[in-house]
């Protein structure tokens, strides 16, 4: 059974860098298998897919999709010595205050396994 | 953008009865969507996928329908612990979710 478990402070300031890692038991980050995606959920905004990596057969190894709403602030990455992977989201505003998860999409577009949720509270 | 638009926003069902939710996609997308239940303090999980596929595990009192920009969660003899919150999900275009519909207790 797979299963994510999130972790991350949950206060950053404004302008500083949200990270947030999401640990994978059960599968590997390196699977040619499945996506690993970051989404999050605030009341102004509801449920908000942010970005995915996933490992690929080709030269690069992997690849990133990200949300335009957030494209030039974030990062999504990989580390298969802890098979996790983890989220940076730069320049946060109050508006990145939120509840961040992260799931699993075996290819298929939905999200079939979820992390329990990271509150994020932006504020000075 | 394909843009997910629940209705309504909150349904009042007795238990036993059935509930009905309704999405509708701005643009097609074909049965390229998910529903998922969630409950408070939880993340979502997966029901429906494929507009009428269940999960696994997921009751067969849960079922989805709909093709297209319309689409159908009903939920059949409604259990207590089915009083939560639904959101649909499209998956033919990138990800977008639907605002979520609260079934509360009647």
């Known amino acids: 059974q797979v299963q994510l478990h999130q972790s991350g402070p949950g206060l950053v300031k404004p302008s500083q860098t949200l990270s947030i890692t999401c640990a994978i038991s059960?599968?590997?980050?390196?699977?040619?298998?499945?996506?690993w995606n970051w989404i999050r959920q605030s009341p102004s905004r509801g449920l908000e897919w942010l970005g995915r990596?996933?490992?690929?057969?080709?030269?690069?190894?992997?690849?990133?999709d990200y949300a335009d709403s957030v494209e030039r602030r974030i990062i999504i990455s990989a580390d298969t010595s802890r098979n996790q992977f983890s989220l940076q989201l730069s320049s946060v505003t109050p508006d990145d205050t939120a509840l961040y998860f992260c799931?699993?999409?075996?290819?298929?577009?939905?999200?079939?396994?979820w992390g329990q949720g990271t509150l994020v509270t932006v504020s000075s | 953008e394909v843009v997910m638009t629940q209705s309504p926003a909150t349904l009042s069902v007795s238990p036993g009865d059935t509930a009905t939710v309704s999405c509708r996609a701005s643009?097609?997308?074909?049965?390229?969507i998910a529903w998922y239940q969630q409950r408070p303090g939880q993340a979502p999980r997966l029901l429906i996928y494929g507009a009428s596929t269940r999960a696994t595990g997921i009751p067969v009192r849960f079922s989805g329908s709909g093709s297209g920009t319309e689409f159908t969660l009903t939920i059949s003899s409604l259990q207590s612990e089915d009083f939560s919150v639904y959101y649909c999900q499209q998956y033919n275009y990138w990800w977008t979710f639907g605002q979520g519909t609260k079934v509360e207790v009647k």
């Open positions: 799931a699993r999409d075996s290819f298929t577009g939905y999200f079939d396994t």
């Open positions: 643009h097609s997308v074909t049965t390229k």
């Open positions: 990596t996933y490992s690929t057969s080709s030269w690069s190894k992997w690849k990133n």
């Open positions: 059960g599968d590997s980050v390196s699977t040619k298998s499945a996506a």
